[in-house]
């Protein structure tokens, strides 16, 4: 915008205005502005003054990252533990989990009497994670695991009496289920009935109680569960169940005559299956997640360490490698082949196997990928064309898209429109649709509802993420009745976005030292925001298009101070045309090691753009 009051606002918090006053530095004060590429107001992160300024003294921590961790909650008396992790002094017992010392005894009776043990998982990330963890630790107390992956495409999500029975057949009469379960009651039930003790191991939202006739039930989210261990995924819960079977295979002798398993051996699987499931990075998922990374920096699990050369990994391992290169071509394998192959190359010993397997899925996530644009252009066709890119909800439907990627797609629907959307693969009379939702909408509750009014075959989920089944003559219907039912609470949650800014900065401290010092807050995730930073009265230079649509440029502030950026996914929307128009502007991002330029180089990653006023 060309003047000041046009301007968007811009907020401080109370608590941000006395930490500028505390430190009387630049950084503490946003510049008045435009209104931003993203249609965000940018605003200062609210930090508890006294603990800025207390953790500020420590030689160590400094101004900046003081109000990061300010920012996120640390208190000044658990800065030090806050900044290095580690798991003796955080690690809780397991049988805090309800059912935990239950499941770890008929899972280490099996072991120690010889049973077949059979694990039936999920098929993405975690899922495949949780069960490789199982699997290795089995290989190393030298047990049987008998492990069955579905196919995506054909028998859907979690366990069937099929499949169960199937393990049965191959001898099992312990059945491990991971990233699933809590919700299957009628195979559960049907296999106990059978003679097949389940143990169900499992995350997702519960709202009753466990299955009947499991022998037992790990989940965190179980309405009687206290352990307050909700931020733990699938991989999670599989490391800390390895944890307490090992306990009782240790006070029954099992290791008298070879070493105990190297249970901290498997934390970068649990580290991608947190990250990859996108887990709160608070807590104990954090802890895990921080030492997962220093176990794949060391050469970890021989094959991610090998995906992730091929992936092109540099550097000291980061939550980016797991979720952005790790993470899609592992679930690559469940989402157009067979979570299998992923489960192979995270368990096999064999090298020149892993060499095969690796290669695999790095040519099926460039496959994958290739599906996802084709689908994405013919969904953004499908909305534009049909009149609905001003829905509140956005749904797009099409013949013969593929099932694995239009979860993939609707996120990106999602960032396009900045509303809700749901991407539906129509296969004859049945469409299979996934949906990605904005912060302050339901979508989990509203396909629920609709679920229960008969609108669908099937669905459910959670506020941000939901999957469904529905008879293609019924999506009009449900066009409207989610538009009807969501419109209000799009609307309020549009007008009140917010970018959260943790200070202003300099061109000049976009530097590796600069991104080393912040990453120490870290790993990043959900409840554990990535900082960002904002540089003012910037002039874009040598802007160009780069990659799938990324803008790559030069920052110059006015005393000719340089910052080189790069804005993903930006080329062609608002923020691109921000970037390239010329003006002198504001940007906002993430401040990230160059680990192609090496040495001490650096980009920011801009998020958004505002014209300076």
Not at 51 to 72: C, F, K, N, S, Y
Not at 154 to 170: D, N, V
Not at 333 to 350: K, M, N, P, S
């Amino acid at each position: 915008m060309g003047s000041s009051e046009s301007a968007l606002p811009i907020e401080m918090s109370s608590a941000a205005a006395h930490a500028a006053d505390i430190f009387d530095g630049p950084f503490m004060t946003l510049p008045p502005m435009g209104a931003p590429a993203s249609g965000r107001r940018w605003r200062l992160r609210a930090a508890d003054a006294r603990a800025t300024a207390a953790m500020a003294q420590h030689e160590t921590i400094g101004p900046l990252l003081a109000r990061v961790l300010a920012a996120r909650g640390v208190r000044h008396d658990d800065a030090d533990a806050y900044l290095h992790p580690t798991l003796r002094s955080a690690l809780p017992d397991p049988y805090t989990l309800a059912d935990m010392e239950r499941g770890a005894r008929r899972i280490a009776d099996a072991i120690l009497a010889g049973e077949q043990v059979g694990l039936f998982g999920d098929y993405d990330v975690d899922g495949t994670s949780a069960a490789a963890i199982l699997k290795l630790y089995f290989d190393a107390v030298r047990a049987p695991l008998d492990v069955y992956l579905p196919d995506r495409m054909t028998e859907g999500y979690g366990p069937s009496i099929a499949a169960f029975r199937t393990l049965k057949e191959r001898g099992a009469r312990v059945i491990v289920t991971v990233d699933c379960g809590a919700s299957a009651h009628e195979p559960v039930e049907q296999a106990a009935a059978e003679g097949v003790d389940v143990v169900v191991i499992d995350h997702h939202l519960m709202d009753g109680p466990p299955p009947r006739g499991a022998t037992a039930t790990i989940n965190p989210n179980r309405t009687d569960d206290g352990s307050g261990l909700t931020d733990l995924s699938a991989a999670g819960l599989a490391f800390m169940t390895a944890i307490a079977v090992n306990r009782l295979l240790r006070e029954a002798g099992r290791f008298a005559n070879h070493p105990e398993p190297d249970l901290f051996g498997l934390l970068d699987l649990a580290a991608l299956g947190l990250v990859c499931d996108v887990m709160p990075m608070t807590g104990l998922a954090r802890i895990l997640t921080a030492q997962g990374l220093k176990v794949l920096g060391m050469g970890g699990n021989p094959g991610l360490a090998a995906l992730g050369a091929r992936a092109g990994m540099k550097g000291p391992p980061s939550t980016y490698d797991l979720g952005f290169l790790l993470g899609p071509r592992i679930n690559a394998a469940g989402r157009i082949g067979h979570a299998r192959l992923a489960f192979e190359l995270l368990t096999t010993r064999d090298q020149e196997r892993r060499a095969f397997l690796v290669e695999k899925l790095h040519v099926m996530n460039a496959e994958r990928q290739a599906i996802e644009a084709q689908v994405q252009e013919a969904a953004i066709r499908a909305v534009n064309e049909g009149g609905h890119d001003g829905d509140d909800i956005i749904i797009a439907a099409g013949e013969g898209w593929h099932p694995g990627v239009v979860g993939i797609v609707a996120g990106r629907l999602k960032d396009i429109y900045d509303r809700p959307s749901i991407v539906i693969g129509v296969d004859g009379d049945t469409g299979k649709g996934s949906g990605r939702s904005i912060a302050g909408v339901d979508l989990g509750a509203a396909i629920g509802a609709a679920k229960n009014d008969g609108l669908l075959i099937a669905g459910g989920g959670h506020a941000m993420a939901a999957g469904l089944t529905i008879a293609p003559d019924k999506i009009d219907t449900l066009r409207q009745r989610l538009n009807q039912r969501l419109a209000q609470d799009v609307e309020h949650a549009r007008a009140d976005r917010m970018l959260d800014l943790d200070a202003v900065i300099a061109p000049d401290a976009v530097t590796k030292r600069f991104a080393d010092m912040i990453a120490r807050a870290g790993p990043f995730g959900p409840k554990n925001p990535e900082p960002v930073f904002a540089l003012a009265h910037m002039r874009a230079e040598y802007v160009k298009t780069v990659g799938q649509n990324h803008v790559a440029l030069t920052l110059v502030g006015d005393s000719g101070e340089k910052a080189r950026a790069i804005a993903f996914r930006a080329a062609g929307e608002a923020l691109g045309a921000a970037l390239a128009g010329g003006g002198r502007l504001h940007v906002a991002g993430k401040v990230r090691a160059d680990s192609w330029r090496g040495g001490d180089a650096a980009q920011l990653h801009i998020v958004d753009a505002a014209p300076a006023v």
